[in-house]
């Protein structure tokens, strides 16, 4: 991963107003133009925004990158570009395409593009010249260490990014932020692979933004000032008009000056006609103010109350919020902040409304004052009907005058007063500080980096023991045996390698023949009382090594010069015919069907004292033979034949055809293999055994590792899928060296015996 640098530089927002002008008397007042009216919140919006982003990227060449590839990592050439793209922008450009440049000669280079559905351009021309590309055009010119890069024998890549894409993301990058509080302080940031050109973007930035505040302010005093001048042009032509006339009537009328009750009449007169012009200039703004209502497209503000000298607080304050949300919203893009815009517009549109309402309001006043002027004028001119005709005559002119002389005095200082405001207008902000980056990379952070990949490298190994321990459902402990059922753990029978599964016969001395001694052992205490005991072994599932235990018991009985009868009662996956070569033509389900006596289905097994009874043919209703009466004859028919009945049952996890038997039985192992049986079916098949009243349950450990000794058991069993509704019956017969059956692992997996389960 690249480092990343943050990048970072700091503006001040003014606070202290010119003292040259209150915000009463300031022309400016209410539009932000004076410093300390601003909105820090409308700042720091604009300073984020589209068009301000905009405008600092038509200084900047970002759109199209140049960087060389490494083995891993690709580096930025800025602001050291060996060279320099030109397209077309007239034309089709093609954005997001990543271009390759390869050193050829002094004057010529080889440009490619890789595969891509849009274009294919792979040639080599000359410094200058256009290449033609999809619809489009561009041109490459070499940069004075072009020849360095490439005489590295590094090829130059060079990609273009559209504008609006680029504006979004450094809109998504900035952060602009108070640095206090209550402050007008703000911190700038951007975090990036290249230091140089964010410190190039956040200077031009800061520029742009101070840049555009002055201008924004000289704009609306230009405006103000246009529009005095406009009204300056209607006064000067009647200030024109009126002088004339004045001259003229006092060369007709030889008469230079009126007696002191017409100097009396004059003043008062001008005093009205100075208020009537004044109110006249108010209704001619409070006119244009409505029509700039009425046009909901107008994007620029209004000119401010204070340029025809109107002070209403109400009007006032409404035109400052209504400059504010102007100033947000058309600082803003139509895909920035849309929740933000549809709110600045419904604002915009509430303000319009209000300022209607006070706007007809103050028209009203405006009539008001107009008519009184107008009485005290009529009031006026009634007293200067007694006076001498001619000077009667000179004291209407002279009225006018007089007024448009003081309207046009009144409008040029007003004109003076914008003037110096615009030539001494400062920004309201300051840079404070500069883009800086960063000594040190603020991500990766190495250190932690570090850190974190040792954590890691210790968690996730135990988080997965854990997790997968937590998780799954299988038995792995002897300690979660325990805490799954309080029945006796009866034996251990070790994990073994031996390629049959008849251990105790065919390896007397091995480890496994050893347990099985010991289980035998253990077992009279369950079957002592018992003449001809019944031992029944089961599981709840497939593949736990039912069958091995009950054929090496069997066999551990069997040695000890006991009659023993090993029954296959299994009736849909026939097991034990395999192991020993027997006939399964004939067998239990033939003898409960009465189609062969007892004495027809017993088979030697090949070892003295131990009898088989396989299964036979898989019969269509095997449940219900297992429960039938004859199922109970059987096994009191074998009590007076032999020492000990093993019998190898079907998993009762699977089908209920075993728990007859188990009834039956004087001792029932219930056989559980490490990372095998499963607790969900452990503890279902337990609790159906107690519902039925099963006794003389017990746990037998099937290939239990200690860890200690060569001798380590393993089988795989398997057994097809069966339900109690539905049994599905499959035979597999497998032979390898001279069972059926058994099949030999190799590899890590070691020789393991697999029974037909």
């Given at each position: 991963t690249m480092p990343k640098y943050r990048v970072t530089a700091s503006i001040m927002f003014s606070e202290e107003t010119d003292a040259r002008f209150s915000e009463r008397e300031s022309l400016l007042g209410g539009y932000h133009l004076q410093p300390g009216s601003q909105n820090i919140d409308n700042q720091i919006f604009v300073l984020s925004s589209w068009p301000l982003i905009n405008r600092t990227l038509d200084g900047l060449d970002f759109e199209t990158d140049y960087y060389i590839r490494g083995r891993i990592m690709r580096e930025s050439c800025y602001p050291d570009n060996p060279i320099r793209v030109v397209f077309d922008t007239t034309q089709w450009v093609p954005y997001n395409l990543e271009f390759t440049v390869s050193y050829e000669s002094l004057s010529t280079f080889r440009v490619r593009v890789e595969e891509n559905d849009l274009v294919a351009l792979d040639t080599v021309v000359?410094?200058?010249?256009?290449?033609?590309?999809?619809?489009?055009?561009?041109?490459?010119?070499?940069?004075?260490?072009?020849?360095?890069?490439?005489?590295?024998?590094?090829?130059?890549?060079?990609?273009?990014?559209?504008r609006e894409d680029l504006i979004e993301v450094y809109m998504n990058r900035l952060v602009v932020e108070p640095v206090f509080r209550d402050g007008t302080i703000v911190m700038v940031s951007l975090q990036g692979t290249n230091r140089q050109k964010d410190i190039d973007f956040l200077n031009r930035l800061i520029t742009e933004f101070i840049s555009s505040n002055l201008e924004q302010k000289n704009y609306e005093a230009s405006r103000i000032i246009d529009f005095i001048d406009a009204q300056l042009v209607n006064v000067s032509d009647s200030l024109l008009i009126t002088e004339e006339r004045l001259q003229n009537f006092r060369a007709r009328n030889q008469i230079m000056d009126i007696s002191a009750q017409g100097q009396q009449l004059i003043q008062q007169a001008v005093r009205l006609e100075d208020e009537r012009a004044r109110l006249q200039l108010e209704a001619n703004y409070y006119e244009y103010l409505a029509e700039y209502l009425k046009n909901e497209s107008s994007m620029e503000a209004p000119v401010a109350p204070a340029s025809m000298g109107i002070t209403d607080p109400l009007l006032t304050?409404?035109?400052?919020?209504?400059?504010?949300?102007?100033?947000?919203?058309f600082s803003g893009h139509t895909a920035q902040r849309s929740l933000r815009q549809s709110q600045l517009a419904q604002q915009l549109k509430n303000t319009k409304q209000s300022l209607q309402e006070v706007l007809k309001g103050v028209i009203t006043a405006n009539r008001m004052a107009m008519q009184e002027n107008e009485s005290q004028l009529k009031n006026l001119n009634a007293q200067a009907r007694r006076l001498p005709v001619t000077e009667r005559q000179l004291l209407g002119i002279e009225r006018k005058f007089n007024l448009n002389e003081a309207l046009y005095t009144f409008l040029l200082q007003r004109r003076a007063e914008a003037q110096i405001q615009k030539a001494s207008s400062q920004p309201d902000n300051k840079i404070v500080s500069s883009a800086r980056a960063s000594r040190h990379p603020v991500s990766p952070n190495k250190p932690l980096v570090y850190a974190l990949a040792l954590l890691l490298g210790l968690m996730i190994p135990s988080g997965f023991l854990i997790l997968s321990g937590a998780v799954s459902d299988r038995i792995t402990t002897e300690e979660e045996l325990k805490l799954l059922t309080d029945l006796p753990v009866i034996g251990h029978i070790p994990h073994s390698n031996l390629k049959f599964q008849t251990a105790v016969l065919s390896d007397p001395q091995s480890v496994q023949a050893e347990?099985?001694?010991?289980?035998?052992?253990?077992?009279?205490?369950?079957t002592k009382e018992a003449p001809s005991p019944v031992i029944l072994v089961t599981s709840s599932i497939p593949g736990e090594g039912k069958t091995f235990v009950?054929?090496?018991?069997?066999?551990?009985?069997?040695?000890?010069?006991?009659?023993?009868?090993?029954?296959?009662?299994?009736?849909?996956?026939?097991?034990?015919?395999?192991d020993f070569n027997l006939d399964n033509s004939r067998g239990i389900s033939t003898y409960l069907i009465g189609k062969d006596p007892l004495e027809d289905i017993i088979q030697g097994s090949g070892f003295r004292n131990l009898d088989i009874i396989p299964s036979g043919p898989i019969p269509p209703n095997p449940a219900e033979l297992a429960a039938s009466e004859k199922s109970r004859a059987l096994f009191d028919e074998l009590r007076m034949i032999y020492d000990f009945i093993i019998v190898d049952t079907s998993p009762f996890g699977v089908v209920s055809d075993g728990f007859n038997q188990a009834v039956m039985a004087d001792a029932n192992i219930f056989v559980v293999r490490f990372n095998k049986s499963m607790k969900r079916p452990m503890l279902e098949t337990l609790s159906e055994t107690r519902q039925m009243g099963i006794r003389g349950m017990s746990i037998l450990v099937n290939?239990?590792?200690?860890?200690?000794?060569?001798?380590?058991?393993?089988?795989?069993?398997?057994y097809e899928s069966f339900n109690?509704?539905?049994?599905?019956?499959?035979q597999r017969q497998e032979k390898t060296n001279g069972f059926e059956n058994i099949k030999v692992k190799t590899g890590r997996q070691k020789a393991g015996v697999e029974s037909s389960y």
């Open positions: 000359t410094f200058g010249k256009t290449i033609p590309i999809g619809e489009g055009t561009f041109s490459v010119v070499p940069m004075p260490n072009y020849y360095e890069v490439t005489g590295r024998g590094q090829d130059i890549h060079f990609r273009t990014t559209h304050t409404l035109m400052q919020e209504l400059s504010d949300l102007q100033l947000e919203y347990a099985f001694r010991s289980l035998r052992t253990r077992i009279q205490f369950f009950a054929v090496n018991l069997a066999s551990a009985y069997s040695l000890t010069g006991k009659r023993t009868v090993l029954l296959g009662f299994d009736l849909r996956r026939p097991s034990l015919s395999p290939d239990y590792r200690s860890g200690r000794g060569p001798y380590r058991y393993a089988h795989n069993y398997r109690r509704k539905n049994a599905k019956t499959q």
